[in-house]
């Protein structure tokens, strides 16, 4: 929620919601979704996973995640089990933003 904007940090285990957090969950199922995926693909490493998706209509696969997060981000400053976490994130978000997709027609 905070990589979105959606809540904020007020503590070390407290979080807030923001202003566009109360807005975006205060609309109705579809439209919560739409603006949901809108604030996803502001992100470039999910849209660049996203086109990905529309080009070849599946779902990137692990090492496909990784080149896609490696050609948006500078992967020298992460660490640990953090790319494994970034792999798994991109993927679970171009999974959902591609199941409403569908279940929207």
Request: aromatic share 10%.
């Amino acid at each position: 929620a905070g990589y979105l904007g959606l809540a904020r940090r007020t503590g070390p285990s407290f979080w807030e919601s923001t202003a566009l957090g109360r807005r975006v969950f205060s609309l109705e199922f579809k439209e919560r979704n739409l603006e949901l995926i809108n604030l996803v693909l502001a992100q470039a490493t999910i849209r660049f996973g996203y086109k990905h998706f529309l080009r070849t209509n599946e779902v990137p696969n692990a090492e496909e995640a990784l080149t896609i997060i490696s050609e948006a981000e500078d992967l020298s400053k992460i660490t640990g089990s953090t790319i494994p976490r970034r792999v798994s994130t991109l993927r679970g978000w171009v999974r959902w933003i591609s199941s409403m997709e569908m279940n929207d027609s």
